[in-house]
Nanobody, 121 residues
Framework: QVQLVESGGGLAQAGGSLRLSCAASGRTLSSYATGWFRQAPGKERELVAA???????YYTDSMKGRFTISRDNAKNTVYLQMNGLKAEDSAIYYC???????????????WGQGTQVTVSS
């Protein structure tokens, strides 16, 4: 019943912006911690940003000041606004739900299929 669908990925130039969306069905996002993770070829999956049930946000240090996570409860959708993109941001980005804070990629309950982000330099 649970489905998470990421969208908004694509090709961007270095310094450009993208907004990723994670639309949920079957569960209410505001009842979970929602995380954005990414995985680049040959690298470990890492947490990028997260938002808690209460709206607390978390960002990995390299994302602070560039990325913003938000949630629209009416649309049951979580967004990741990415500004100042760098080539090293290229990866597949996934959203996931976790009942604990902060989200952990080994513990997360539900995952989307991912959306590819490619940043050219």
């Amino acid at each position: 019943q649970v489905q998470l669908v990421e969208s908004g990925g694509g090709l961007a130039q270095a310094g450009g912006s993208l907004r990723l969306s994670c639309a949920a069905s079957g569960r209410t996002l505001s009842s979970y911690a929602t995380g954005w993770f990414r995985q680049a070829p040959g690298k470990e999956r890492e947490l990028v940003a997260a938002i808690s049930v209460g709206g607390t946000t978390y960002y990995t240090d390299s994302m602070k000041g560039r990325f913003t996570i938000s949630r629209d409860n009416a649309k049951n959708t979580v967004y990741l606004q990415m500004n100042g993109l760098k080539a090293e941001d290229s990866a597949i980005y996934y959203c996931a739900l976790d009942r604990r804070w902060p989200p952990n990629h080994l513990r997360a309950n539900y995952w989307g299929q991912g959306t590819q982000v490619t940043v050219s330099s």
